[in-house]
């Protein structure tokens, strides 16, 4: 699953971007690591190399994700957040925020880039805020489908829907909803039911009825009667 459209590894490997991958270390983690927590001390920025963390928050014994970030996606440890490998070992590229800020006034290019991405990740970051409070699960795991169309419609769009490939297992894709796994079980079987998705392997599900799940996701005001 990718956060963001731009793919930050391949701008990193542009020749004009060699000043600034320079200043990139490489750092390896095992799954199920916690990267970095609200009292880390260091204060990094960090590209995904390789594998798939998650950002979130805990109070109360209660996490609520964030994000899902994978290879190409970009993140900061002064966030205050939690940032832990998922379900295989992560590789980042990391470096300090002071070196990498020094530099980016040598690269506009580059510095337009990664504020794109970053707005993105900041509008994403209260969009999810904002369904944790106010909406259903349901409606919260319509939307992650239709986040991850929007990414991948140009790569696996077929002529009457779009394949996705979250890359994320059923406990994955609850804790990025806020729901049990049971729940997002039983919302798939419906959604399914409803002809808004085909399950076609791990992780990976073909979304025929867009407008229809847009619907479910609460983001049409009016919509016909359910099938």
């Not at 020749?15 to 390896?28: D, G, K, Q, T």
């Not at 369904?131 to 077929?158: C, I, N, P, T």
């Amino acid at each position: 699953m990718r956060f963001s459209e731009i793919d930050l590894l391949a701008e990193l490997e542009r020749p004009e971007h060699a000043v600034l991958r320079e200043l990139f270390h490489a750092r390896s983690l095992p799954a199920g690591a916690l990267l970095y927590s609200p009292d880390s001390h260091e204060n990094l920025v960090f590209v995904i190399r390789s594998g798939v963390v998650r950002v979130f928050l805990s109070c109360e014994r209660k996490e609520f994700t964030l994000a899902i970030l994978g290879p190409g996606d970009i993140y900061a440890t002064h966030s205050g957040t939690y940032v832990e490998a998922m379900d295989q070992p992560v590789e980042l590229l990391v470096t300090p925020v002071n070196e990498v800020s020094r530099r980016l006034v040598d690269v506009p290019e580059f510095t337009k880039t990664m504020v794109r991405v970053l707005g993105q990740m900041l509008s994403n970051s209260f969009e999810t805020i904002r369904s944790l409070a106010f909406q259903s699960s349901s409606e919260r795991l319509a939307q992650l489908l239709l986040a991850q169309s929007r990414a991948e419609r140009l790569s696996h769009g077929e002529a009457n829907g779009v394949e996705i490939r979250l890359g994320l297992t059923m406990q994955q894709v609850a804790d990025a909803v806020g729901a049990s796994r049971q729940t997002v079980s039983t919302l798939i079987t419906e959604f399914a039911r409803q002809g808004l998705l085909e399950k076609r392997g791990r992780g990976v599900f073909f979304l025929p009825d867009l407008d229809g799940l847009r619907c479910a996701a609460g983001l049409v005001e009016f919509c016909p009667t359910e099938k």
